[in-house]
């Protein structure tokens, strides 16, 4: 048996995710990791309700750990399985064709494991409430997905166009007959109508703001995200773009360049919490309270791109939602995690959110993205 295989045996999850628990300040030691391994041999545990019950009895010491379990449990594991499958793929891959590792694998080897001593590796894909300055892994945009991203700003300026005035304007183009202003301009014919004028509605101002998640939890869909952030700032005249975690970060001007490499690396500079921990509530209330304020009017459209873990005050997320949802025109949030049809959020922080939510886009790949566009707008 391999490494990577043997690393995903039971037992080695179970020690992983007690572990994880430790770093939510669960007090577990090997005596409460040993007592659930023993429990788990006395039940079915292909049962996964039996699964989370016994895991639940044995490590968790007070009614507050209690009430957190449910949302810490669905995350690591759900998070687990779609890394653990990935990782089988790729080393059966490798041993087919051995050549160096994709780097798609290395991508998925970082957000599992960190780059950490193996005692420190199961942080995996969680929001802690520690700043970290990792750089990102940036590789550049090749020609078909450029194509596919102008053609996702095209649908959004589309979207945005599609917003109804109720002001006319003045028009030289004969679609509709604007009668005031033809009735003034043939005064000076005695009332004869040799002169007409046409009117049009009336260009919105729209502004579009994106909010961009950097946090640990989404580090598998960063060249997503940053590739989105770069093309649409670039693309879209009328956007604000932000990065946000722990805190909210302005990264309107450093993305503005031509060059792509450039740009990023001004952007992982600017960002101190890239890759740290996650907090929408305060971040959300940074938007609402700074500069970024005069932006969110009724004709802006908001972007969220986020998982919708978060570490912060479910209370002040709920609160900055609300305000925000009762500023703007529309809220959209793209998560990667809503990809099924009866999709319903596990985590506290997206079950939060989506009551405010006006479209929810599941999908972080560039044609998966535009064919939801296309489908809101149609």
């Not at 007592?35 to 019950?53: H, M, P, T």
């Not at 360049?257 to 919490?273: F, I, M, Y």
């Not at 009017?297 to 978060?310: E, L």
């Not at 959209?332 to 985590?347: C, K």
Request: aromatic share 10%.
């Amino acid at each position: 048996m391999n490494r990577a295989q043997g690393r995903t045996t039971l037992s080695h999850h179970i020690i992983q995710f007690c572990a994880f628990l430790r770093q939510k300040s669960f007090p577990i030691g090997p005596q409460e990791q040993q007592e659930a391994l023993q429990a788990l041999v006395d039940i079915d545990w292909k049962d996964s309700i039996q699964f989370k019950l016994v895991l639940q009895c044995t490590l968790c010491k007070s009614y507050e750990q209690f009430a957190q379990f449910d949302e810490l449990y669905f995350h690591y594991w759900k998070s687990l399985s779609k890394s653990v499958d990935s990782k089988v793929k790729e080393v059966a891959t490798a041993e087919q064709q051995p050549k160096p590792k994709p780097p798609s694998f290395q991508e998925i080897k970082n957000w599992l494991h960190g780059n950490q001593p193996p005692e420190e590796d199961v942080k995996m894909a969680q929001a802690s409430d520690q700043e970290s300055k990792n750089a990102a892994d940036i590789r550049m945009i090749n020609p078909t997905q450029l194509q596919a991203w102008r053609e996702i700003i095209q649908l959004i300026e589309q979207m945005v166009k599609k917003l109804p005035s109720r002001r006319y304007v003045s028009s030289k183009s004969p679609r509709q007959l604007y009668f005031r202003a033809t009735l003034n301009r043939n005064m000076r014919y005695g009332g004869e109508l040799l002169e007409l004028r046409f009117k049009e509605k009336k260009r919105n101002k729209t502004q579009i703001v994106l909010l961009c998640d950097v946090s640990k939890s989404m580090e598998l869909y960063s060249k997503f995200v940053l590739h989105m952030m770069y093309m649409l700032q670039n693309g879209l005249f009328n956007l604000q773009c932000y990065a946000f975690s722990t805190s909210l970060y302005d990264v309107s001007k450093p993305l503005k360049s031509r060059d792509l490499q450039g740009a990023l690396k001004a952007l992982t500079q600017k960002v101190e919490g890239w890759s740290g921990g996650t907090n929408m509530g305060a971040s959300l209330s940074q938007l609402l309270a700074g500069k970024g304020n005069r932006y969110l009017h009724s004709k802006t459209f908001v972007f969220i791109v986020s998982d919708g873990w978060d570490s912060g005050d479910i209370g002040q997320l709920n609160k900055s939602l609300r305000k925000l949802k009762s500023r703007v025109n529309k809220l959209i949030w793209i998560n990667p995690l809503a990809q099924t049809s009866n999709y319903s959020p596990e985590v506290l922080g997206m079950k939060t959110a989506l009551p405010y939510v006006d479209y929810l886009i599941p999908s972080m790949e560039v044609s998966g993205f535009k064919k939801w566009l296309r489908k809101i707008l149609s």
